[in-house]
C-alpha cells in the first residue's frame, strides 16, 4: 500500500476541520497526564482563584493561538521534515491546551469568549510565515516559544507558592515551550529582525490583556 500524497486542498480542508475541533469541539483529550493531577487542591480565597483562573485563561487562549500557529505553517511549509515538525508541535501543544481547559473548569471559570478570533489571526501569521520560507517560519517559532516562556516565567512568580496545580502545569508548559524553540532552532530557523519581533511583543499583549478580561 502506497502513502496518499495529499494537495494542498487536503491540507486546507485538514486545517479547516482542526480549527473547528479546536475552538468549538470537546475539550481535547492530552496524550500525556496533567501535571497537576496527583497534587492537592489548595486552599485559596477568591481573589487567589480569580487571579490564577485569568491566568490559565490567558495561557489557554495562548494554546489556542499556537495551535493554529502550528497548523497554518504546516499547511504551507515547503518541506515534508519542517511539516512534520509544525504538526509534532502542534500535537504535544495539544497537551497544554487540555490541561488549561481542566485546570479552568476545576476554578470554576470560563475560556476565552474570543478565541475563534485568536485561531483566526494566528492561523493567518502562521501559514504566511511558512509562505516567506521554512528558516522564516521556523525563526517565528523559536522566537513565539521564547515569548511564551517570557510569559510563563511572570505567570509563575504571580501565583501564590500554595496552588501547586496551576504552578505544575506552567512548569511542564515552560520545559516544553523551551524545547520547542530549540529544536526550531537546531532545524535552520533564521533570526527575526527586530521589528519583527517587537510587532511580536506588541501582538502578545493585545491578546495576554484581552484574554485576562474576556
Not at 483562573?53 to 490567558?58: E, S, V
Not at 487562549?61 to 500557529?69: D, F, H, K, V
Not at 475560556?111 to 478570533?117: G, K, R, V
Not at 530549540?182 to 527575526?192: H, N, Q, S
Request: charged residues 25%; glycine residues 8%; contains cysteine.
Amino acid at each position: 500500500m502506497t502513502d496518499r500524497t495529499y494537495t494542498p486542498f487536503d491540507q486546507l480542508l485538514g486545517g479547516l476541520d482542526q480549527a473547528l475541533r479546536t475552538v468549538f469541539g470537546s475539550p481535547p483529550e492530552a496524550q500525556r497526564p496533567s501535571p497537576a493531577v496527583a497534587l492537592p487542591e489548595a486552599d485559596l480565597d477568591a481573589g487567589q482563584r480569580e487571579l490564577a483562573a485569568r491566568l490559565m485563561r490567558i495561557n489557554h487562549a495562548g494554546e489556542i493561538c499556537a495551535q493554529a500557529l502550528y497548523q497554518g505553517q504546516a499547511v504551507t511549509a515547503q518541506m515534508p521534515n519542517v511539516r512534520d515538525k509544525m504538526e509534532q508541535a502542534a500535537e504535544e501543544e495539544n497537551d497544554h491546551l487540555a490541561w488549561t481547559a481542566e485546570r479552568i473548569h476545576e476554578l470554576g471559570a470560563h475560556t476565552s469568549y474570543l478565541n475563534p478570533l485568536w485561531y483566526a489571526g494566528s492561523f493567518t501569521i502562521g501559514a504566511a510565515a511558512g509562505l516567506v520560507g521554512d528558516k522564516w517560519s521556523l525563526g517565528f517559532v523559536a522566537e513565539t516559544e521564547r515569548q511564551v516562556v517570557k510569559h510563563l516565567d511572570g505567570h509563575l512568580e504571580r501565583l501564590v507558592s500554595a496552588d501547586e496545580k496551576s504552578r505544575a502545569i506552567l512548569n511542564q508548559m515552560r520545559e516544553d515551550e523551551g524545547r520547542h524553540a530549540t529544536v526550531a532552532i537546531e532545524a535552520g530557523a533564521a533570526p527575526l529582525p527586530e521589528p519583527i519581533r517587537q510587532i511580536m511583543r506588541l501582538m502578545s499583549k493585545v491578546m495576554t490583556t484581552t484574554a485576562y478580561f474576556i
